[in-house]
């Protein structure tokens, strides 16, 4: 199921990007290029073949890896992307599995006491934590702990390669801000989930059996319940690398999301094509990812 | 007996249609006009004769505020439109004619559902061009697949059903049985949908407005106010936090009222029926 979906990912973005008015090859040269010059570089990048050949040329190199080089410095896109990449994964890998670790607990204690005090208030903080636009979380933290308080750096980003606790210090509001999102949309998944598995007749056999209320949450409940959320975790991985880019605005973060925007912007076409591609490849290798460790927790799912 | 509406719906409802009238007051009417700069009332704090102060450029923030309701209302609404209309269609016809319609459709379909969808709805920014109606096409294109699927998978469990039958067997033309039998009983499943999307493409919006890739200036919208309020991020609070404001309680509203939208559908999370 991966290469066929790869493959339409691949031709997804070719379209998408022979869909783009203007020339390429215009752009790659500049105003001042002559006839020659634009028919040599033509041949050069076979835009003078047919679009399937074209399209067949595209992805023999783009499956070698070969993204081009950006129009703005010259640099190997996918340099520029792996290089990226980093602040990008560390700042959505930690903040999602520190979210998932509160908000399952909190999610199943809501549903354990559906209608309670304790449900409401998780009920309230959650979708009032979903509703708050992550930029805007973003620059209040900001102008709170960076600017008010001045204990954590406002400006800028050091790699970890060269000092790792300044580094630390430059992700700790960005991640921060992204558990406090998180922890709003997987709470709510994995109350919902736990409360459709509290009331199936296997917990009741369960309670019925006297097993003690913990180990009926922890040991039946706990693993059905996690599913749906285990699978929102995935796409949620997926759409934080392409929607992380406001928060590398807020936080001048140099990650993808941002390399990506900025791409747009110069209209480099090189770099948002590589952009494209490598989220996308990974939207869908983590959701196979995801897929292949179900049966993990669900042994009614079983790996073919 | 009916139950009364929870507390929950009450205030999403009070909250979105704060949103709707704001919106549909400042198409005829604003304080000051959203776009006049007055460089002597530059970042005026609230009060007087601007309750919520003005911005770099001396322009009110109210009467930005509310346009930029009007903004994002009209472009939220477009946007939901455009992808029911188009991803509907679709869905429709691949699940009427099914064959090789529908497969080769649907293979379409499936390769833009591989993609996140803020992801894709930048791919067609760069395509469409970032400005108020690339973002309604490329928001809605973005969309468009999943009610596509929504839709697709309705119409294959409709048409197999004897009222459908019933309009062929009386001669009706196939156009008719579609339109007048089939795409009628999609409406539920699209309506839940589109609520949820409504949100989604608000707070899109907002981001990508925010990165200088959506609406662009002088228009206000609630995204680029609050770009272009971070350098006086310290010195004038208030243009920071109304527009971020703003777009919390729509979104709070438009989710507390798809919250009970959804309870109503789905009895079994109601909270002890």
Partial sequence: ?304 | MRRPIPLNALIGGLLITALVLTAAVALVWTPHDPLAVNLRARLAPPGGAYPLGTDEFGRDVLSRLMAGAATSAIVALATVAFAVIAGGTLGLVAGFLRGWTDRVLMAVNDALLAFPGILLALGFLVVFGANQWGIVVALGLAYAPSVARVVRGTVLSIREREFVEASRVIGNPEHTTLWRHVAPNCIAPVAVLATGMFGWVLLSESALSFLGLGVPPPAPTWGNMLASSRPYMESAVWLGVAPGLCIALSLLGINLLGDWVRDRLDPRMAAHA
């Fill in chain 1, 1 to 304: 199921m991966v290469v066929p979906t790869l493959l339409l990912v691949g031709a997804t973005v070719f379209v998408l990007m022979r869909l783009v008015p203007g020339d390429p090859v215009l752009v790659m040269l500049g105003d001042t290029a002559g006839e020659a010059e634009i028919a040599d570089l033509r041949a050069a990048l076979g835009l003078d073949r047919p679009l399937p050949v074209q399209f067949a040329l595209w992805l023999a190199r783009v499956a070698r890896g070969d993204l081009g080089a950006s129009i703005t410095n010259g640099q190997s896109v996918l340099g520029l992307i792996l290089e990226r990449f980093q602040v990008s994964t560390a700042i959505v890998l930690v903040a999602v599995a520190a979210a998932a670790l509160i908000a399952v607990p909190l999610g199943l204690l809501a549903a354990w006491r559906q209608g309670s005090a304790a449900d409401l208030a998780i009920v309230a903080g959650a979708t009032v934590l979903v509703s708050v636009p992550s930029f805007w979380l973003g620059l209040l933290l900001l102008l709170l702990f960076g600017l008010k308080l001045g204990w954590l750096p406002v400006v800028g980003f050091v790699p970890f390669s060269e000092n790792f606790a300044a580094a630390l210090s430059f992700l700790i509001l960005p991640i921060v801000t992204l558990i406090m999102i998180e922890i709003g949309v997987l709470t709510r998944m994995s109350r919902a989930a736990a409360i459709e598995v509290l009331r199936l007749d296997y917990v009741t056999h369960a309670r019925a059996k006297g097993l003690p209320e913990s180990r009926v949450l922890l040991r039946h409940v706990l693993p059905n319940a996690f599913a749906p959320t285990w699978t929102l975790i995935g796409l949620t991985l997926g759409n934080l690398l392409g929607g992380i880019a406001v928060l590398e605005t807020v936080f001048t973060l140099p990650g993808l999301g941002r390399l990506l925007v900025d791409g747009i912007f110069a209209r480099d076409y090189p770099v948002v094509q590589g952009c494209l591609l490598f989220i996308a490849l990974i939207y869908v290798v983590v959701n196979l990812i995801v897929d292949l460790m179900y049966p993990l927790f669900d042994p009614r799912v079983t790996a073919e």
